[in-house]
């Protein structure tokens, strides 16, 4: 038995399904998941010694790689101090100010521990700010675990099979209104129903919970419009998108807007660290200054904003970075489109920048539904192999696969070469 399995064995008789997080479990491609022991640059050594190139990077967060020096020196800098006060600190001050500066739309924020706590927050602010009650998410997007989220969501959910989570109250649903993803004319027609009711709108500005669904044209700047038409709080969640597509995520590449935006993932540098923000006039409804409470023993930890502020602040000096994850998100979705069609392959790529997704469908995909007609089995086979090959994929159809600027070109066309192989 490989140690993997061994500690799989006896991670599974103390902690549900063996993992901290469902996706992890590999379940739905069927396999024991890969114990990792390790992780540099672009690649990660699992606790058998087997090395492979990293296409997740812990689901995003590790835009610049694995073990950046420069972050584990402040992240050790800042473990000599002491590791968490519950006290207001500096750094807190400087991630403030850093995150007002590379997102226009953002005036004031607030820290939290977890992109789930964040989108929990936002929601509970923008019903706080307008008295309303209702929201639009759309399905297939995943916006973390609270209760009113859980409806059609994506990622975990999609491959868990549970389209609705159990444990959750119809009353914390029942005001939570689905559209598909991209479906304009239904969100139109939710807000002719109840558009004085409606809270928020939140959507993932790219889609990466259903695999990656671009935005139709036109899609984002109707929902900004419709909000703004209808007094609704636009909720950009942008765990994944922000800091990733560009400086200011998803809203600077798309040139639209949002009224609150939730992020995660790259903001802590691969430290448990969420933060939602945007203007002023709604923020100052959050306690202490205003009555939404909200609140959290860890925000701000002056370990994890040591991470954050160390990555968050190169990429801010250095925007060149941008710039190159696009040409290799380029050269690697590129590359995948070209093969399938050279090969005739039923299968889609959609891609955003350094995000991208291979579906296995002749179709294409621009929402749930699409997306949910993807052959599994097939995919399964895709990323088994790939994995054999010493490439570490998203173990489920309905993720994204991440670049970071520790790929190479080398490490794209080597696995370019190595999809050829698999198809040939
Ligand atoms: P966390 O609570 O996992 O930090 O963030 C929740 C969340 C919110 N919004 C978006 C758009 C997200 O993608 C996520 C979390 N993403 C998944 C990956 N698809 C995290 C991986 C996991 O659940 O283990």
Known sequence: MTRSETLYQEAVTKIPGGVNSPVRAFGSVGMTPRFIASAQGAYLTDVDGIRYL?????WGPMILGHAVPFVLEKVQEACQKGLSFGAATEAEVEMAQLICEMVP????VRMVNSGTEAVMSAVRVARGYTGRNKIIKFEGCYHGHSDAMLVKAGSGVMTAGVP???GVPKGCTQDTLLCAYND?????ALFDACGDEIAAVIVEPVGANMGVVEPADGFLERLRSLCTENGSVLVFDEVITGFRLAKAGAQEYYGVEADLTTYGKIIGGGMPVGAYGGKKEIMEVVAPVGSVYQAGTLSGNPVAMAAGLAQLTYLNEHPE??????KLGEMLYGGLRTLCKEHHLPCQVNAVGSLGCL????EPVTDYTSAKRSNTKAFTKYFRYMLEHGIYLAPSQFEAMFLSAAHTKENVQKTL????GYFA
């Open 105 to 108: 739309s953002v005036e004031m």
């Open 184 to 188: 304009i004319k239904g969100v139109e």
């Open 54 to 58: 990293d296409y997740i990077g812990s």
């Open 417 to 420: 070469d190595l999809i050829q």
């Open 321 to 326: 970075i941008y710039q190159k994850l696009t």
């Open 164 to 166: 609705d989570s159990a």
């Open 359 to 362: 579906f296995f469908t002749s």
